[in-house]
């Protein structure tokens, strides 16, 4: 699959499988174990648009290598170990006919529906998802509009050096992002105030949070905290961290 002309992948991947995939073909299989798009999407991005049109047992078999980083596929002749460190990015409607609260079209859908719709996603696979966000619809207005946020030049340059502040961070720890923390290093590099401890216990109490939300939770903070230039986590981090988990608040819970 290498470009003929390069020895080299010099580019990140971006795989985007249509939701018709098979199991077999997420993850990797075959009689000669062949690797799947979680592989093919190793240090790069994995897409899955219209995430609940997947097959359930589909979507379950991503919580390995989302949790690992890697994929192990076992067969009577072998057992093969594949590379599977992907950034998943998912999106999906709120309901199937996606308008559920839209303030411009009413919703046909029931609530069972919806909830039937919205439960083929797991909590366990949820929970492995660090932010997820409702995004609503835009309007004409919006869209003509010029921009007046920033560009994507000045957004490229803070995410830069905010990938260098965790390189220096992390020198010698054999990982280069906050994402790759583990819970002992969650305990060492985000150490949070009291102030912080009763903001991020009154969350997990009120929205029945897992512990791996909870280290996700530290580690979006971590990094909303590097973004800004902070050296220590604080209260308004873990909030606006706490925010970005839409769908324990307004689904799961």
């Known amino acids: ?34 690797p799947g798009e979680v592989s093919l999407a190793h240090n790069g991005v994995l897409f899955l648009d219209e995430l609940p049109e997947f097959q359930r047992n589909v979507l379950e078999v991503l919580r390995q290598p989302l949790e690992d980083g890697m994929v192990t596929i076992a067969r009577a002749a072998m057992t093969l170990t594949f590379p599977a460190r992907f950034m998943l990015a998912a999106a999906m409607n709120p309901c199937p006919c996606g308008f559920f609260n839209d303030p411009s079209r009413e919703c046909t859908c029931t609530p069972p529906v919806i909830q039937r719709y919205v439960s083929k996603i797991s909590g366990p696979l949820l929970d492995r998802i660090d932010i997820h966000i409702d995004m609503p619809a835009v309007r004409f207005q919006e869209l003509r509009q010029e921009s007046g946020g920033d560009t994507s030049d000045a957004i490229r340059a803070r995410v830069i050096k905010t990938r260098e502040r965790q390189l220096e961070r992390f020198q010698g720890e054999k990982i280069y992002c906050n994402a790759q923390m583990s819970s002992r290093k969650i305990r060492k590099y985000c150490d949070i105030t009291p102030d912080c401890e009763r903001v991020l216990e009154s969350a997990m109490n009120r929205l029945g949070l897992s512990a791996r939300a909870h280290d996700r939770i530290l580690k979006v903070a971590r990094t909303i905290a590097d973004l800004g230039g902070v050296e220590r986590v604080c209260a308004k981090h873990l909030a606006e961290a706490i925010q970005y988990r839409s769908l324990d608040r307004n689904y799961w819970n």
């Not at 390069?6 to 062949?34: K, Y």
């Open 1 to 34: 699959m290498l470009d003929p002309g390069a020895g080299l992948v010099g580019v990140r991947p971006f795989r985007a499988p249509h939701h018709t995939i098979s199991d077999a073909g997420l993850i990797g299989g075959g009689v000669i174990p062949r």
